[in-house]
């Protein structure tokens, strides 16, 4: 097994102090938003094996893929590992965004490629053919969005602003059927004149922070995004707050923006987003509204399921990613956990042993496929380790 080396990603909206924290070195002062631990290209974490230099885990993948994988993961997913994992830590609001279904994706993908549009062309939506479901646990109270409210419910937040340009939108939530009331209002906000639009996110910012309460998310939102589109967008969605330990399941089609707090984030190995607001980025509304899924829905706040091994899983409905945690005591039997499939191993807390590693939090490790590993706690406490796999 390897230690990991990962690469902390400096987007805007990070955390300057959350993941350090965590790491237990001191901040630099600039945002430390994503650690992603995996083979992804865009920063793949490296391993040091026999006395060679660190090489990236993707490099030592493609060398041979079926003993670092296993031989039914490579049948199912390809040679590469099919998740990306992350500790995520926003300080601000992410964009609102939704991702596409796996059919959807092939044929944006395809669709790009044979347009001739560059993958680094700030207009391209599909720089992949891969879905990217992804599940998201709280570390710290974490604020989200996802899904959108029941017409009415939606209707009534917005009619409290008593924002007079917002009242056709409260009119069509209470006049059409749910898919259609929900599509023409998202539609309306954001092909709307960009000057009357600003004026009217202004103006309901403004009551959002006089107001409070179930408006205080809002209100925040627009403070970091003035005059955006996407700040009435976002109050068609369901506001969640995750305590440490609760997880969001986020399937395709879902519109959704992470808020504020810190987490372990599991996804499929893909980019494909496309935004909804609360970004510079660009917006493809016509291909947006092509993806979203117009339909209310409960957030389904998950939590982990135990096990006789001690193993807390989060169940979620695809086989590119299984998450799953243990909070082992200093005296803990020791657990095995060798598998046919590839892991990373990722402590949050305390310190566990995995096989002769010790991690402390933020640490992590990659298994291959069938090597032989056991985990136990360390002295100082329970230590927490989060294991990601596939199901093959």
Known sequence: MDRLANTVRPYAWGSTTAIPELLGVAPTGEPQAEMWMGAHPGAPSHVSRGGE????LSEVIADAPERELGAAAVAKFGPRLPFLLKLLAAGAPL???VHPDLAQAKAGYTAEEEAGV????????YKDANHKPELICALTPFDGLCGFRAPAEAADLLAGLDVDSLKPYVDLLHAHPEEAALREVLTAVLTADREEMAATVHEAAAAAERLGGPYAPYASVARHY?????????MLLNHVRLQPGEALFLGAGVPHAYLTGLGVEIMANSDNVLRCGLTP???DVPELLRIVRFEATDPGVLRPEPSSTGEEVYDTPIDEFRLSRFVLAADSAPCDLTAPTPQILLCTAGGVTVGELALRPGESAF????EAVRITGTDGGPGTLFRATVVA
């Open 53 to 56: 230099n660190a090489r990236p």
């Open 95 to 97: 964009s609102l965004q």
């Open 118 to 125: 560059p993958l680094d062309a700030p207009h391209r939506n």
């Open 226 to 234: 003035p005059g955006d589109p996407g700040v009435i967008a976002a």
């Open 281 to 283: 980025k660009h917006v």
């Open 367 to 370: 298994v291959p496929a069938g």
